[in-house]
């Protein structure tokens, strides 16, 4: 079951922060982001374990909650170059011995303009 | 730049015809991953495989199968297209050394089933 991403779309000035959410109905062993600019592939971000880190890169950090299943990505002093659709993929804790621990499972993106 | 090739770019098929996407990579990553992308759905898992001949299922494998016959590649079969799986394809790969692993896509495959 993929997880569930807000808001689905943001705009933004430059200079601007925002905050994307994701959330699972399963029980998380890891959290990883990914960018995808238009028409080429996804890159990843950052990954979060199990621990409740937070992790950062460039402005860009995020936090992950075991308890509440649910990763938050954080955008600070948005730049043009960050514009794109954010994903979030979740490895699940069920998932996290065996054969099926490779098994990432992405959100439906998130939607990420900003605006000179 | 992880060494990842998926062939070819492009396709158009007609409905009922069978099709074979394939990816490719030359750094002997033990995990390779089909997605597809749709709008408002993201990216979604049809299939990975977790060694040669091992593989699993996704979220959304009916109508396909892959097979991983040797370590580089991963082939995706869609043994008789519809006009739903018009979609774009990506293949992963990844290492899973230690904790900190990530994905490696391809550039992705755009096919189209008329």
């Known amino acids: 079951q993929q997880p569930v991403q807000s808001p689905q779309a943001v705009i933004l000035r430059e200079g601007e922060d925002a905050v994307i959410n994701c959330s699972s109905s399963?029980?998380?062993?890891?959290v990883h982001w990914y960018r995808q600019k238009h028409g080429e592939a996804p890159v990843f971000l950052m990954i979060?374990?199990?621990?409740?880190e937070q992790k950062g890169h460039e402005k860009i950090s995020a936090s992950f909650n075991e308890k509440k299943q649910q990763s938050s990505l954080y955008l600070t002093a948005s730049q043009l170059s960050y514009s794109g659709t954010y994903f979030c993929?979740?490895?699940?804790?069920?998932?996290?011995?065996?054969?099926?621990?490779?098994?990432?499972?992405f959100g439906q993106g998130t939607i990420l303009t900003v605006h000179p | 730049d992880a060494g990842i090739t998926q062939s070819p770019r492009h396709k158009v098929t007609e409905t009922g015809t069978p099709v074979t996407l394939r990816c490719h990579q030359t750094?002997?990553?033990?995990?390779m991953y089909w997605y597809r992308q749709d709008p408002g759905h993201g990216l979604r898992l049809i299939h990975y495989?977790?060694?040669?001949?091992?593989?699993d299922k996704g979220e959304v494998s009916d109508g396909y199968s892959v097979s991983r016959s040797k370590t580089e590649d991963f082939l995706l079969t869609l043994e008789s297209a519809t006009s739903s799986q018009t979609s774009v394809y990506f293949c992963?790969?990844?290492?899973?050394?230690?904790?900190?692993?990530?994905?490696?896509f391809g550039s992705g495959t755009q096919l189209s089933v008329l």
């Open positions: 992963a790969i990844s290492d899973l050394r230690g904790r900190q692993e990530k994905l490696f």
């Open positions: 399963k029980a998380l062993y890891s």
């Open positions: 979060l374990l199990k621990g409740g």
């Open positions: 993929g979740v490895r699940t804790s069920s998932n996290a011995g065996g054969t099926s621990y490779g098994k990432l499972t």
């Open positions: 750094e002997n990553h033990r995990y």
């Open positions: 495989s977790y060694g040669v001949k091992d593989t």
